[in-house]
């Protein structure tokens, strides 16, 4: 019988996790190697350059680019608050002379002699990252960050919106298969990490905003409520830096779509325990897998799980599969037919396909690399 491998997404109970905490650009480390750290540590910092205002003064002053300096009441490198005069007009006559406030706070980067304009940079923007889990730095990388690692509940979600968030995970469904309600979501999950079922709609999602909760994990949403939650159309880029007031991972794809039992019943088993969670997403290349990762609180490396063969299991007929790429994508299906021949695919290049009959019914031939395998 044909047979095939595809990759799976990793759900270990207990492995070893290292993290990079990295700056946007180079500033200061502020942890060695073998300090212990907590999530909400800061491990590194540095200072973004404050935003440009430009004005031109010889336009709004009426006078010629040569002669500025002689107008301006700051030079280069002079600090200036809100409201501070800038540049003002010569006249005899107080009332009619033009001054020229500043805008913003900042430094006077530039006068130009040539063009007229005054180029002012506003003070550095503070960069901060932080640990984002709890761990050992187990390396330094001079001027940039650090890498963490730590013993820790790990699984990957198939899709996610929102940055990094972190707090404790409460259940407020009662099976893998069960709808997240806006009346399962009150006060008390205020903070947390919030486990919900198959599905999550956009009332209960707007609920649990209001609530002030900080992520949901749950097995599917829809398209439909991911675009009035987002208000436009995703496409495919990247995710991760959404503003919506929450993190959220699905598990499973979009529909309404039981949880993974394994998936489940490895959060249940960590219920309680605060979870740092990404939604972080991009399905190109180069892939980036939402996660939902739980410490455990003494880092001892014995009991691990080796969740390695996940990464290659056997595709067979009859294997239950996830659609990880457009125009399926989160589709679920089973796998009817793995030709042997290439065949070509609507790049014009000739790829190994399977055919995959899906839970609506429909059958489609796609490429084998646009598919994972659901295991349980």
């Known amino acids: 019988m044909a047979q095939a491998y595809a990759p799976g997404l990793r759900v270990a109970k207990k492995t070893v996790i290292r993290k990079e905490r990295i700056l946007p650009l180079k500033g200061e480390v502020v942890k060695k190697k073998g300090d212990k750290i907590s999530k909400d540590d800061i491990v590194a910092k540095t200072s973004l350059p404050g935003n ?21 009441s700051k030079k280069e490198g002079d600090s200036f608050s809100k409201g501070d005069v800038l540049a003002e007009s010569k006249s005899f006559i107080k009332f009619l002379r033009t001054k020229i406030e500043a805008p913003v706070e900042g430094v006077v980067e530039s006068i130009s002699e040539v063009t007229g304009q005054v180029m002012l940079r506003e003070p550095p923007i503070p960069v901060e990252v ?64 919030l486990v919900g079922g198959a599905f999550a709609g956009h009332e209960a999602i707007q609920k649990a905003i209001k609530m002030g909760v900080k992520g949901i994990i749950v097995g599917g949403i829809s398209s439909h409520d991911l675009k009035k939650i987002l208000g436009y159309d995703l496409g495919v880029a990247i995710t ?5 007031g929450l993190t959220i991972v699905l598990t499973e794809g979009f529909g309404k779509i039981a949880m993974a039992d394994r998936t489940y019943k490895t959060l249940k088993e960590r219920e309680g325990e605060v979870a740092s969670i990404s939604g ?47 125009p399926f994508f989160g589709k679920l299906g089973i796998v009817t037919a793995l030709p042997h021949e290439l065949q070509k695919i609507d790049s014009e290049t000739k790829a190994r396909v399977l055919e995959v009959k899906f839970s609506d019914g429909k059958v489609v031939t796609i490429p084998r690399a646009n598919v994972e395998i659901i295991a349980e």
């Not at 003064?57 to 006078?63: C, E, F, K």
């Not at 990094?164 to 999950?189: C, Q, R």
């Not at 991760?240 to 919506?244: D, K, N, R, V």
């Open 130 to 193: 932080q640990g984002y889990i709890d761990g050992e730095v187990v390396e330094v990388i001079p001027s940039e960050g650090i890498v963490v690692e730590t013993v820790a509940t790990f699984i990957q979600g198939i899709f996610g919106i929102g940055g990094e968030t972190w707090g404790p995970l409460k259940f407020a469904i009662n099976s893998s298969a069960d709808v997240l309600e806006p009346n399962m979501i009150n006060e008390s999950h205020r903070g947390t990490i």
């Open 280 to 326: 972080a997403t991009q399905i190109r290349a180069g892939v980036i897998r939402p996660e939902i990762i739980v410490s455990y609180k003494e880092s001892v490396k014995t009991n691990l799980t080796d969740d390695r063969e996940q990464a290659a299991l056997v595709l067979d007929i009859g294997s239950q599969i996830r659609a990880i790429r457009p």
């Open 52 to 72: 440009v205002t430009t004005i031109n003064v010889v336009n709004i002053l009426g006078i010629q680019p040569g002669d500025i300096r002689q107008f301006m």
């Open 240 to 244: 991760g830096t959404e503003q919506i």
